[in-house]
């Protein structure tokens, strides 16, 4: 079960921006609170009073998994009942075409009076403008007009506040329980990395070995420690053409060939929780440069992890990183970020490891690191990526795996 | 080449609302505008003045691609410059990560006075809740408070209209451009459906016939009439729980039982176009019941397809197909929309066909039709679901293909 330490962590910062409750829609922002993944974004609400509990509304249908993660107040609403459906307000089109009815705007007038927030300051996602992937296979919702419509309306008020840098700033550090829900994901998605090692082939084309590291994550991934919702977005490249690796090419039809890099970036999702991982490999023998390459890269990623104590700056972290490679003498570019934020999602917003950044390392936070090289002189391009959680002797992996470089 | 049929169908609405400039930002609108599919949703507008030629902005690695579909005014910006990044102000933290820099503002100041929007009305996207999945596996993007900033700065105006609503309408009728592309990603769909009879026999779990039809469209439908960018999401459930098949139940490791019931909700994209439909299977021999309610699904699929003619309204179709699903007299339920629009998302906002809907239907509309029973007396449920573009002689289906119920 879900703590409530995330309510009290966004009451405390709704206290400082004199807010009287927060309506949340995004699916991630529900995850962060009560541990719940909505199941079809838009159909399920969290709200969080200034003080008190916070209470969490679910299509009835999903109320028995809602209860898996959260013991607080549980409401349910009737959804999907275009037979004989109640026409009334719904908060979008989607609601509207599963006949949500007004059943979601009735929980939302009673809460206002409940939480003594009628005609008050009512915090929104009002700046959430990358949101994660859903659960089912459909479209992630988004804050716009209609849901600050829905609440000026529900809660009686004209004063809607931004609560967005409270959330992404507490979501940067993370909670024991979300650590071990990111252990999770990041030991599913090894299933992914031994799948790609094992089908980075000659012969293979890219978008094979993209599905088959995707289906050994589907396959294997979904009851893995209980995990019950699981996906994967791999891309995979190869060649030559990965000396562009930086510029976020596509997976392709190409045939891999003999002494290829092949490299995979790989998202993977369990329940809500996101991992950000990558691996190259040789499809044969490597070159000596790329062996070479190969040892800085992971050299990078260890001094950014290592640089990643509470205190130091994003900053830091990133030149620790690029400082080794470009102390190689390589003609290649590095040109991206050392590293991000992750865990609600493939990217969070802080802190970033990019030149200068100037976010705070904490205790707690989870970040990637994944420097890389891209070069003709390579024949491509290699990159790695893990995620690692800071702490005073520096950030820790979540996961580790050994991986041969070349066959 | 796109034409610039959708630019001035929005110049035209834009004249109504006496909006000076709009400014895209949503990876589907600009499908729509330029047929170009934005890479990293984020990076990358399209800007349509009052009158004239539109402007394309993406990043410099993109403009080939971008060529592909669109030769009008299309300018570069710099991206993923972390190494050396000028430090300017970005649209979101992901243009933060990326070092997107001033560069897009750049162009968008130049753009507002080239168009004479400066100090103007400006739309925006500024009721979209839902948002369609990513080109690559990442975050889709929203519109939220950043980037309606972003306007206000960049066009000097305090004036900013939602153009959603005319968006949405002209969305729901295709070109021919746009229904060829639909019927390639129709077709890349059929490759699924293929994997899914072949795989959907006992002994497999629901996530593996899950991969196995994610992967066939992957790796056969990359290169299908050009088609590069390709993704299917799919849904497998089996067994008696079908009887629940309408509250969007999650695939599970569950192992499919001789005679099962089978079915895949299936979701595919190619190039930005979407596709959503879904066939059931029996693991086996049906029961006689199943048969009949199998034809009764099929019967009900076309005659909302016969009821969708131009000037009927969603409602009328809706009841040409609930009519029938009743009329069998089984005691199964049928709760769900019978169907929707699709094309630049896998569900777009109208024309909704549920009960009672007024939306008028038009030619050149593509639909689905998803009619269903689900009932205890079938042991699960049964489901069918193509799409078709709106004809005087009702919806013609995009595709066709003929499967086998049971073995």
């Not at 962590?9 to 991630?28: I, K, P």
């Not at 995707?214 to 977005?233: L, P, Q, T």
């Amino acid at each position: 079960m879900v703590t409530d330490e995330r309510v009290r962590q966004l009451q405390s910062a709704m206290g400082e921006q004199d807010v009287d409750a927060t309506v949340l829609l995004l699916t991630e922002n529900i995850v962060l609170m009560t541990g719940h993944y909505i199941r079809i974004p838009g159909l399920g609400l969290a709200v969080v009073p200034r003080e008190g509990e916070a209470a969490l509304l679910v299509p009835d249908f999903d109320e028995e998994r809602a209860r898996g993660s959260w013991d607080g107040d549980l409401r349910t609403f009737t959804a999907v009942v275009a037979d004989d459906a109640p026409k009334g307000t719904a908060l979008s089109s989607l609601q509207d075409l599963l006949g949500v009815g007004p059943g979601v705007s009735a929980h939302l007038r009673d809460l206002a009076s409940e939480f003594g927030a009628r005609g008050g300051r009512i915090g929104f996602e009002g700046s959430f403008e990358q949101v994660a992937p859903a659960c089912l296979p459909g479209e992630p919702n988004a804050v716009g007009l209609p849901t600050q419509q829905l609440i000026r309306d529900t809660f009686a008020t004209g004063t809607l506040v931004d609560v967005t840098e409270a959330l992404e700033t507490m979501r940067a550090v993370k909670t024991e329980y979300e650590l071990e829900k990111l252990r999770t994901v990041h030991e599913i998605a090894l299933i992914g990395f031994a799948a790609f090692k094992e089908h980075a082939r000659p012969g293979r084309t890219e978008v094979e070995i993209r599905s088959a590291v995707e289906s050994a994550i589907c396959n294997e991934g979904h009851g893995y420690k209980g995990a019950k919702v699981v996906r994967a977005f791999a891309t995979v490249n190869s060649g030559v053409e990965l000396r562009n690796g930086w510029n976020y090419f596509l997976s392709r039809p190409r045939v891999v060939e003999k002494n290829d890099l092949v490299m995979v970036e790989m998202a993977t999702v369990a329940d809500g929780y996101w991992s950000d991982q990558t691996r190259t490999v040789v499809a044969g023998r490597a070159t000596d440069d790329q062996r070479a390459a190969y040892r800085a890269v992971r050299e990078a990623m260890d001094a950014a992890f290592a640089a990643a104590v509470p205190g130091a700056t994003g900053g830091t972290a990133d030149a620790a990183a690029r400082t080794i490679i470009r102390s190689t003498g390589y003609d290649g570019v590095y040109p991206h970020q050392t590293g991000h934020g992750v865990g609600f999602r493939y990217h969070e917003t802080r802190p970033n490891l990019v030149p200068g950044s100037e976010d705070v390392l904490e205790t707690g936070m989870v970040i990637v690191a994944e420097p890389a090289f891209y070069t003709t002189t390579l024949a491509g391009g290699i990159r790695q990526e893990d995620a690692a959680v800071v702490t005073s002797q520096g950030a820790r992996p979540l996961t580790s795996m050994e991986f041969d470089f070349e066959d």
